[in-house]
């Protein structure tokens, strides 16, 4: 699947060292995707208005005001397994019954940060997630205001679900696929690695790319259960794969944007 120029700029933004982006890394990037310099140039206005990435110098970009705080809280996958602790069968949960849902902006923000925190709807306006975090309701409830949850949302923990509802409860993860994706993403990311070396660099920059992405992004939303919800050594597994599969994407992708450096700079006006 060939991602949009806006969500290609944004995780080469993201996922680069100094967290910058020259216009001539920008365009070459997309053109290995099939993107044309214009679309990328529209791509960059409208980012720019959305206050998602700013200009430092003439042709120089990075992250801007509107997207630091959820890139540094997505660079945390890598770390994700220290936010973890034992479950005591606790629960945490989120009242979103007081709402508004007529802000879509308001509503998307919400929805975001409530799937990746983990958490997800049981009954109506009840979201909930096991709470094995480290800080627990404290903790989460931070978290969830930070990326975006409605400042006046109730979050906090209860352990005394009827039968029913912790029964179904347990169900809402559905922890069986969630281990299969874990195997079954371990196993495609090594199989690429011990081939990737056979590959010539535009191919292996555009593929590392695309498996990298759905990988971290896996991670990224993974709701983080404890036994016996899900194989916590299966999630673990993989997690340690994905660095591991980053590290040599990071690798390729520093040999790609050393050609395009050698490239001639595409200025780009940040008015529409």
């Avoid at 997505?74 to 629960?91: K, L, Y």
Wanted: proline share 4%; hydrophobic share 40%; aromatic share 6%.
């Amino acid at each position: 699947m060939t991602p949009n120029p806006k969500q290609l700029i944004m995780n080469l933004l993201m996922a680069a060292d100094d967290h910058t982006l020259s216009s001539r890394e920008a365009v070459g990037s997309c053109k290995l995707f099939g993107i044309r310099e214009n679309n990328v140039r529209v791509a960059l206005v409208r980012l720019s208005a959305a206050g998602m990435v700013e200009a430092t110098t003439r042709g120089s970009y990075r992250l801007g005001p509107q997207a630091a705080a959820l890139a540094e809280d997505i660079a945390h996958w890598r770390s994700a397994e220290q936010r973890v602790c034992d479950w005591d069968g606790a629960w945490l949960v989120v009242s979103t019954g007081g709402l508004s849902r007529s802000d879509r902006v308001a509503l998307r923000a919400r929805e975001r940060a409530l799937a990746l925190s983990g958490f997800r709807l049981l009954d109506s306006h009840l979201y909930l997630r096991p709470d094995n975090l480290v800080g627990h309701a404290a903790a989460a409830r931070d978290r969830l205001y930070k990326l975006g949850l409605d400042s006046n949302a109730p979050v906090f923990s209860v352990r005394d679900l009827d039968p029913e509802r912790e029964r179904l409860a347990r169900t809402l993860w559905q922890g069986d696929k969630l281990n299969a994706s874990y195997r079954q993403g371990r196993i495609k990311l090594q199989a690429w690695i011990e081939h990737a070396d056979q590959l010539d660099l535009d191919v292996a920059a555009r593929e590392s790319f695309l498996l990298g992405n759905d990988a971290i992004r896996q991670l990224v939303y993974d709701p983080l259960l404890p036994e016996p919800l899900v194989d916590v050594r299966e999630r673990r597994a993989f997690t340690d794969m994905v660095r591991h599969y980053d590290q040599v994407g990071r690798d390729i992708w520093r040999r790609q944007l050393a050609q395009l450096s050698q490239q001639p700079a595409m200025p780009v006006a940040l008015t529409p």
